[in-house]
C-alpha cells in the first residue's frame, strides 16, 4: 500500500466533503490556500415523479422540474454535441514512470530502485528515450493508432507543490487562488444552456470543480444505474405500459393552454424516460448493453464508463464530463505496486471506452482528456516520489491529432528544486481544446490565453 502524504488527505477530504455541498460552509484552509471552485453553489436533488429519476443539479435554484425536462428535450433535439471527457488521476501521478526515460543516462542513478528495465514496456516512437510502463499498454496501443496527443512535461511557471492549490490552478484554468469557477464551467457558461443540466456531468455524488459555473446548471451523478423508475404502490407487470401510455398522451394534440402544457410536460418526460430508462433493468441493475467487454477491476470506474458512454451514443446533450481515475497517485512509499496496479486499472478502462465508442460509431464525437495536478521527482525516496512540477496528461480520441506537444526535456538539467522542467503549459491544452473541440472562443474562458501557443489537439 502506498502512503499518501497528509496533504493529499486533507485536500480529498475537503474538496469531497465540502466543494460541492451547498449550505455546509468550508473548514478551515490553511492560510494562502484557496476554496475549491464552486464552494457554495446551490444544490436542488430534481426527481421526476412521472418516472423516478433522480438527478443532483447544482446552479439551478431558479429551474423548476418542467423547465429541466423541457431544457434536456430542447438540447437533446438539437444533435449531441461534441463531448469532452475529463479524466483526474488524484494525487499526482509519476509521469517518469508512465513515460520512463529508460535512454537518459541519469533515470538509473535517480531511480536504483524505481526504475524500469528497458525492453518491459513498448517504446514510445515519438522519442525512444522513453517507454511505456507496462501498465499502460492500453495508452501505448492506442497511440501507435494514431488516437492519443502526449503531453510528456506539462505544468507551469513556478510551479506550486501544494495538492490543493495545484489541483485548483488546472480546475479553474488559471494560476488564481481567488478564482471560484471552474474552466469547463466558464465554457458552459459562455455557450451552454441555461435549463439544460446535462451539459455538464460530474460522474461523482459531488459536483467537479473544473465543471462549476456561474449561470447555467451542471449536474452530477456517479453512474447512470442510480437512475431508477417508478411509481407510488405500483410495480411490475404494470408500470412499463403505464409509462408507456403517459409518454404517449404527450403526442396528442390539445385544445387548451392548460391541456397543452400537460401534453409538453408528459411528452418531455417520455422523452427523457425513453432516453435513460433502458440503462437499469427491473431490479435496479445495470443494463447498459455494452458492445465490447469492460475490465471486472477498479471499483466502479469501469461501469462508470460504460453507462457514460450509454449515455453519449442515446444522444443525451452531454458537453463536458468530469470523472476520477482509479485509486491514489500521490506514491510517497510503495509506489511500484500501487501505480502498476492504479495505471493498470485506469488505462484498461479508458481502452474499452475507447474501443465502445468507437464501436457505437460516436467516436468521432467524444474527446478523453486525462491529468494529474503535478508530476514527482526524478530522484526517489526509496520505495517512492515527492512531490514533483512537470508531469504528463494525454488527449485520446479518433480525431486526436495523436502527436507530442512539447518535448521530453531530459533529466541532465532540472530546474532550481530539481524537478522535471515543464515544456508545454496546461492552459495551452486547454485553449486549444476549447478552439478546436467546441468552436470557442478561448480569450474569453482562459485568462491571458493571448499568451499561450495553441498546439494541434484535433484532426
Known amino acids: 500500500m502506498s502512503h499518501s502524504c497528509s496533504g493529499f488527505t486533507r485536500a480529498q477530504m475537503l474538496r469531497g466533503g ?10 478551515d484552509i490553511e492560510p494562502g490556500m484557496p476554496e475549491p471552485a464552486g464552494t457554495g453553489m446551490a444544490r436542488r436533488a430534481f426527481l421526476l415523479r412521472s418516472a423516478g429519476l433522480a438527478l443532483s443539479v447544482y446552479g439551478a435554484s431558479k429551474l423548476r422540474l418542467p423547465q429541466f425536462e423541457e431544457g434536456v428535450a430542447q438540447a437533446a433535439a438539437g444533435g449531441p454535441p461534441p463531448a ?59 497511440h501507435a493508432e494514431g488516437k492519443v496527443s502526449v503531453f510528456p512535461a506539462v505544468g507551469y511557471d513556478h510551479p506550486d507543490q501544494s495538492h490543493f492549490t495545484s489541483r485548483h490552478f488546472w480546475e479553474v484554468g488559471a494560476l488564481d487562488a481567488n478564482s471560484r469557477l471552474g474552466w469547463m464551467g466558464r465554457y458552459l457558461d459562455s455557450l451552454g444552456d441555461t435549463a439544460n443540466p446535462l451539459q455538464g456531468l460530474a460522474m461523482d455524488y459531488n459536483l467537479a470543480p473544473a465543471l462549476a459555473t456561474a449561470a447555467v446548471p451542471v449536474a452530477a451523478v456517479p ?60 431490479d435496479g441493475k445495470p443494463n447498459y448493453g455494452t458492445p465490447v467487454p469492460y475490465p471486472t477491476a477498479g471499483g466502479d470506474f469501469p461501469q462508470q464508463l460504460a453507462g457514460l458512454a450509454a449515455m453519449l451514443a442515446s444522444g443525451l446533450p452531454i458537453r463536458c464530463v468530469a470523472i476520477n481515475g482509479v485509486g491514489s497517485y500521490d506514491t510517497h512509499s510503495g509506489e511500484q505496486q500501487t501505480l502498476t496496479a492504479n495505471l493498470k486499472q485506469t488505462v484498461d478502462g479508458l481502452l474499452a471506452f475507447q474501443r465502445d465508442i468507437e464501436a457505437r460509431g460516436i467516436a468521432d464525437r467524444v474527446l478523453v482528456q486525462v491529468w494529474s495536478e503535478f508530476g514527482r521527482r526524478p530522484r526517489e525516496n526509496g520505495s517512492g516520489t515527492d512531490h514533483g512540477a512537470a508531469g ?12 507530442m506537444v512539447g518535448q521530453f526535456p531530459g533529466l541532465t538539467t532540472l530546474d532550481g528544486q530539481s524537478n522535471l522542467v515543464a515544456t508545454s503549459d496546461f492552459r495551452s491544452m486547454y485553449c486549444a481544446l476549447l478552439e478546436q473541440w467546441f468552436g470557442a472562443d478561448a480569450s474569453q474562458i482562459i485568462p491571458g490565453a493571448s499568451g499561450f501557443t495553441r498546439p494541434a489537439l484535433v484532426k
Request: aromatic residues 8%; charged residues 15%; contains cysteine.
Open 223 to 282: 453512474s447512470p444505474a442510480d437512475y431508477s423508475w417508478w411509481s407510488m404502490n405500483i410495480g411490475s407487470p404494470i408500470t412499463a405500459p403505464m409509462m408507456d401510455a403517459f409518454g404517449k398522451l404527450g403526442q396528442v394534440s390539445a385544445a387548451s393552454p392548460a391541456l397543452d402544457q400537460a401534453r409538453r410536460a408528459a411528452r418531455n418526460a417520455g422523452l427523457v424516460r425513453s432516453q435513460l430508462g433502458g440503462f437499469v433493468t427491473s
Open 18 to 27: 465540502a466543494a460541492a455541498t451547498a449550505g455546509r460552509g468550508l473548514p
Open 392 to 403: 504528463c496528461a494525454f488527449v485520446i480520441g479518433t480525431r486526436a491529432k495523436g502527436q
Open 84 to 142: 469532452l471527457v475529463s479524466v483526474f488521476l488524484p494525487g499526482g501521478v509519476d509521469s517518469l514512470s508512465v513515460l520512463a526515460p529508460v535512454g537518459d543516462a541519469k533515470y538509473a542513478t535517480l531511480r536504483p530502485t524505481l526504475a524500469l528495465q528497458a525492453g518491459s514496456g513498448v517504446t514510445f516512437a515519438e522519442d525512444t528515450r522513453l517507454m511505456w510502463h507496462p501498465s499502460a499498454a492500453g495508452l501505448a496501443t492506442l
